[in-house]
């Protein structure tokens, strides 16, 4: 890390080495400690993500002294799982043959294998090479493992994108060993759906907004989901005496996929990118859309909260800005990248109840601190929770720079002048107790549905 050659694309102006060098700290000691869940997958029915490395390069970007870097990531290591097996060079070693690379596919328990394998690899061939053999190419792996960047709520292609961002070869390498281990089958069934109604071109193609629009005249999507996905806890068994916190409907699985799957694929197929498009243009586009999303689901009279898996598509487009900007991969592989997110970003969407738009509701936020984005910058890096808040501001003032060529466009409607208050509203909406072990009480979940408003205060 250095605050001259990696500052990253989104960043503060007061960087210090002394910052950069405890990041990297909070990074080695996370990669030899931790596993890449903070959830087991039997015990909860669902996967939830170490947000150590994405906390502590967005806390080193935005500015965070090192105490403060240090005192965040203390914090998020006291609920992490360790690894459910280290290395095993026996593994690591088979990998080389194609069968055996299979057979560790979607197996979580193989993570540090797949980290190590991926280290050697890069140091042996480059990053390049390693990218479009395992990942962007035409390969049998490659086209494997490509869908999974999107599994689990977009969480390797945000760990993908900040390992090239930042230039660490490390983090790179984590972030294919998790796209490998994951085995969420729902997002590749969507995203294989949608891009045979893209190949098919039968219907035109269309802005991504116009397919929120569509979507909204859709009532198999708009119903796909209902609050009882929020019903998680079970009660007190005799396995478990004091209950546990379980997913046993999961909205994108059965929800989004389950019920809606056809008629989402069709919409979402009209979003289509070609190599020849103006690529700087379309990754705008994505940016701006997944933030509009997100930063106007909101329902008047209600005061300004954020849903927890919208601001997944919005903090995960953010890394596109650096992919536009990878020599490495090709105008192609940079199309399919850009639809894909963009089809992505309606099935986050679609899931969380289709919430109605309504930028206005949002600019009519009343701002507690008024200032601009350094102060919030600031405000942003003392936010004791995993990183989600911090994600969601350099989003923000990411989006605001890469809209601006475009905001004279219909299809971009976040405009200049809606960033900076929706950042506002984000910090303003953060809780005194952001988080209880891996729950979040600054953010709401399946925001288009009125329930997860009734405890929200109503606007003044």
């Not at 869940?37 to 669902?46: S, V, Y």
């Not at 797949?114 to 190419?137: P, S, W």
């Amino acid at each position: 890390m250095d605050p001259v050659r990696t500052p990253g694309i989104c960043h503060a102006k007061n960087l210090t080495k002394a910052s950069a060098d405890m990041a990297s700290r909070c990074l080695q000691a996370n990669k030899y400690a931790n596993h890449i869940f903070t959830t087991d997958e039997k015990e909860m029915g669902a996967q939830l993500h170490n947000h150590v490395v994405y906390h502590a390069l967005s806390l080193w970007a935005l500015g965070a002294d090192a105490q403060t870097i240090l005192k965040q990531t203390k914090r998020n290591f006291s609920y992490q799982l360790l690894p459910p097996k280290y290395a095993d060079e026996r593994v690591i070693d088979s990998m080389q043959d194609l069968a055996k690379f299979k057979e560790y596919v979607g197996k979580e328990e193989h993570y540090l294998d797949f980290v190590e394998f991926y280290e050697r690899e890069i140091e042996k061939y480059g990053y390049q090479e390693v990218l479009q053999k395992y990942l962007l190419g035409d390969s049998e792996i490659a086209k494997s493992i490509f869908p999974r960047l999107y599994q689990g709520y977009c969480h390797a292609l945000m760990h993908v994108g900040i390992g090239l961002e930042f230039n660490q070869v490390p983090i790179l390498a984590e972030g294919l060993a998790e796209a490998t281990v994951h085995h969420d089958w729902w997002y590749t069934a969507f995203i294989d759906a949608a891009s045979a109604v893209a190949e098919a071109k039968k219907e035109s193609a269309q802005s991504l907004v116009a397919c929120v629009d569509e979507c909204l005249q859709d009532k198999v999507i708009t119903n796909c989901v209902d609050w009882d996905y929020m019903k998680q806890f079970e009660a007190p068994s005799e396995d478990y005496p004091e209950g546990r916190w379980f997913v046993s409907r999961e909205p994108y699985r059965d929800g989004v996929v389950g019920l809606a799957k056809d008629p989402l694929a069709r919409i979402a197929g009209r979003f289509r990118v070609s190599p020849d498009d103006d690529l700087e243009k379309a990754t705008a586009e994505i940016i701006n859309t997944s933030i509009y999303i997100a930063a106007a689901a909101q329902r008047a009279p209600h005061e300004v909260r954020y849903d927890f898996f919208l601001i997944h598509g919005s903090n995960g487009t953010l890394w596109h800005s650096v992919f536009i900007k990878e020599p490495s991969i090709t105008r192609v592989q940079q199309a399919r990248l850009i639809e894909t997110t963009g089809r992505m970003l309606l099935m986050l969407w679609a899931g969380m109840g289709c919430p109605v738009p309504d930028i206005e509701h949002l600019k009519g936020h009343k701002i507690k601190q008024p200032s601009g984005w350094d102060e919030i910058f600031a405000r942003a890096c003392l936010h004791e929770d995993d990183g989600h808040m911090i994600k969601l501001i350099r989003a923000l003032a990411n989006g605001e720079k890469v809209s601006k060529p475009y905001d004279h466009l219909p299809e971009f409607r976040m405009k200049q002048d809606s960033f900076l208050i929706a950042a506002h509203a984000a910090i303003d909406s953060a809780s005194k107790m952001p988080m209880a072990y891996i729950r979040h009480f600054d953010l709401i979940r399946l925001a288009g549905l009125p329930e997860a408003w009734e405890e929200i205060p109503k606007r003044a």
